[in-house]
């Protein structure tokens, strides 16, 4: 049993189990825990998380997916949504640039996705090592990052790309 502290009510679970654990109460609170060892938990650091801790307030929606996880557990990667409308990623970044920074360098606290805008209809975060994330803008575009060595994107190359890039005509 994980006590949370606070009085919401969980809206949302998941996480690989290993790696990181999250609840998303219904007052916007991101409540984190697990090894953390690439920062996913977005709380600061890269040390073990062993209680839930409050990571992030004015959280409408975690983007996560079993593949996440996989078998690169450690290199986890948690995308959330605000109610800024913004994406925010945390986690690992290092080998394929998934959060679409421009870089790969892990965030160990929820970095602003700011390219993307903040009109953002969903996301698929999927896929540790070498993962992607895939988004849905309002305007139906769809935009993605990361690993591409076998033309996952639907780009129509076979290059990593670090920032996002419109993939809509391609899907």
Not at 53 to 76: E, F, I, K, M
Request: glycine residues 16%; aromatic residues 8%; contains cysteine.
């Amino acid at each position: 049993v994980v006590s949370l502290p606070t009085t919401g009510t969980i809206t949302q679970i998941g996480g690989n189990m290993r790696q990181f654990a999250f609840a998303l109460v219904d007052n916007g609170e991101l409540w984190t825990w697990g090894q953390n060892s690439n920062g996913a938990c977005g709380v600061g650091s890269v040390v073990v998380v062993p209680l839930p801790v409050l990571a992030a307030t004015g959280v409408t929606d975690v983007y996560d997916h079993p593949s996440n996880g996989g078998v690169s557990r450690t290199q986890s990667r948690l995308v959330i949504k605000k109610t800024d409308g913004y994406l925010y990623g945390a986690g690992y970044n290092a080998t394929n640039g998934a959060l679409g920074l421009g870089n790969l360098t892990n965030q160990n606290t929820f970095v602003q996705l700011t390219a993307l805008g903040n009109s953002i209809k969903s996301a698929w975060n999927m896929g540790a090592t070498n993962g992607c994330l895939i988004v849905q803008k309002g305007d139906g575009t769809i935009w993605a990052a990361g690993y591409n060595i076998n033309g996952e994107l639907g780009d129509g190359t076979i290059l990593t790309k670090t920032t996002h890039v419109d993939v809509t005509t391609a899907w």
